[in-house]
């Protein structure tokens, strides 16, 4: 994930997650808005994603995103140990 600016990221390679990530940044209080977007599927930089987040507090920022982040790993190792 690389920082474009204060509310605006890029994440590369992010094969659709970015929408679970959208969808899990909404569910905390601390978030005012956050939304992606993707390039068309037939352009070169169909795998990258530029999404914004913004918060209550400018601060907020990297812990609401550790956080989401951290949480959607442990779902994932949870849904892959019950395969």
Known sequence: MKRIDNNTFLLENCNHIVHY????????????????????FLEDDKDNAIFKLFCKDDNYQ???????????DKK???????I
Not at 62 to 72: C, G, I, N
Not at 76 to 82: A, F
Request: glycine share 0%; aromatic share 8%.
């Open 62 to 72: 990297k812990y609401v995103l550790d956080k989401t982040l951290s949480d959607m």
């Open 76 to 82: 994932i190792n949870s849904i892959k140990t019950q």
């Open 21 to 40: 990530l959208v969808n899990e940044l909404l569910k905390n209080d601390q978030v005012n808005f956050s939304t992606y977007e993707r390039k068309h």
